[in-house]
């Protein structure tokens, strides 16, 4: 939204945008992406955003004993990447711009994705960040609900040393 001589126009990018409730919707229906394997080789799968769940899973393999993991919490996302920002090698022959790199736990573990475009890519960024966030978030309010009272002396302390800085 830009203000100008006191008039409010909505810029028409921000206003184009899909909006957050949108993407997690899409999201949880499940789009096909590929996983990207070393050597390059592409694994068709139905991806789901489980945010009931708070999960990252897909399906679609055919493996009756998979040794594999299909599913993933969101809490134990590191990070998204775009795939300009990812220099595996297994991505050199595909287009970057849509290429996804999701980082997991403490060992970062890897999953690379190919999406059909750049904007499906944006929206899986997009939908996975917030949906790190919130997982994140909810971990915090949590916490702060275990512990009222921690947090309350904490606050008073900090508003007493406050207080006689001043």
């Known amino acids: 939204m830009c203000t100008c001589a006191g008039k409010t126009r909505v810029n028409s990018e921000e206003y184009s945008r899909p909006s957050v409730d949108r993407i997690l919707k899409a999201l949880s229906e499940g789009m096909v992406l590929h ?16 945010t009931q ?3 990252l ?6 493996k009756k004993f998979r040794k594999k993991k299909t599913s993933w919490d969101l809490s134990n996302i590191r990070e998204v990447r775009e795939g300009e920002k990812d ?4 991505l050199e022959p595909f287009d970057r711009g849509r290429c ?6 403490a060992n970062h573990h890897t999953l690379h994705l190919l999406t059909e475009s750049k904007p499906e890519r944006d929206m899986w960024l997009k939908g996975l ?5 919130m997982e994140q978030y909810m971990d915090q309010k949590e916490q702060t609900d275990k ?3 921690f947090l309350t002396s904490i606050l008073h302390a900090l508003k007493k040393i406050l207080c006689a800085l001043v």
């Open 35 to 50: 996983k990207i394997k070393d050597g390059g080789i592409l694994y068709p799968r139905k991806f789901i955003l489980d």
């Open 53 to 55: 769940n708070m999960k």
């Open 57 to 62: 899973r897909y399906t679609g393999s055919e």
């Open 87 to 90: 220099y595996a090698k297994r």
């Open 100 to 105: 996804i790199a999701v980082i997991f736990g």
């Open 129 to 133: 960040r917030f949906a790190q966030n």
């Open 147 to 149: 512990y009222p009272f």
